[in-house]
């Protein structure tokens, strides 16, 4: 039996059978995230674009999200810490809300400070925000309004490029508020884009077929194979 699991946890583990956690945070109602860092790391030709920032309302209502950054490690022409204000940073749409703070405290009463100089940007998912329904949430609902900060970036191969962020869920459920993070190249198309945050549950991952199948096998497997060490009487 042991020699059997054994071969059993082998074989899951050469096919590579594993339901690796996705990149989303998920917070409660009014929750938030806590300082995150997040680093994304240049291909072999590099990167020459915009690197963009959005916190969204799904359904417009009284509450509004909020996503705090700093300490970007190339962008915002040197203003990595936000201590020169927006400069170098684009607010889109313009009837966006994003400004820079000594620090931000959440409906919680968690205080954020920031993580390099004084200052940190807080981009707001406001009710009369811009339009961001070009963005979904980790459930695939459409944002409604919000926030959106650009700023431009040149990445050699292989360089990393990190921020650090912090989602403030200051909305309930099933108004899924969410925050991601983006790549736009010098056309202006959108060629990666990732998710930070968002307000609700995380959905149930389904286990693939396959690996039903391979699980139904190997136990099948494990039943041939004690049948087989059955003494006749």
Do not use: C
Not at 18 to 46: E, F, K, L, R
Not at 97 to 102: K, R
């Amino acid at each position: 039996m042991k020699k059997m699991l054994t071969i059993i946890a082998t074989v899951w583990l050469v096919l590579g059978v594993n339901y690796g956690a996705s990149a989303w945070i998920y917070v409660p109602n009014q929750g938030d995230t806590g300082w995150q860092t997040y680093t994304y790391t240049a291909g072999p030709t590099g990167f020459t674009g915009s690197a963009g920032f959005v916190v969204s309302n799904v359904i417009d209502d009284w509450g509004y999200s909020e996503l705090l950054l700093d300490k970007l490690s190339q962008g915002g022409a040197g203003n990595s810490g936000f201590e020169s204000g927006l400069s170098g940073y684009d607010v889109l749409p313009s009837s966006a809300f994003a400004d820079v703070y000594t620090s931000r405290t959440s409906a919680l009463g968690v205080v954020y400070n920031p993580t390099e100089g004084d200052f940190l940007a807080d981009l707001m998912g406001l009710s009369s925000g811009g339009d961001t329904s070009g963005f979904h949430n980790a459930t695939g609902q459409a944002g409604t309004v919000g926030s959106i900060l650009e700023t431009g970036i040149t990445l050699g191969a292989g360089a990393p490029f990190s921020f650090d962020w912090a989602f403030l869920g200051n909305d309930f459920s099933p108004w899924n508020d969410f925050a991601r993070f983006y790549l736009k190249d010098q056309s202006g198309a959108i060629v990666f884009s990732e998710g930070l945050a968002q307000i609700g549950s995380a959905p149930a991952v389904p286990i693939p077929f396959s690996a039903l199948l391979l699980g139904s096998g190997l136990l099948g497997l494990l039943g041939l194979g004690r049948m087989g060490k059955r003494r006749v009487v």
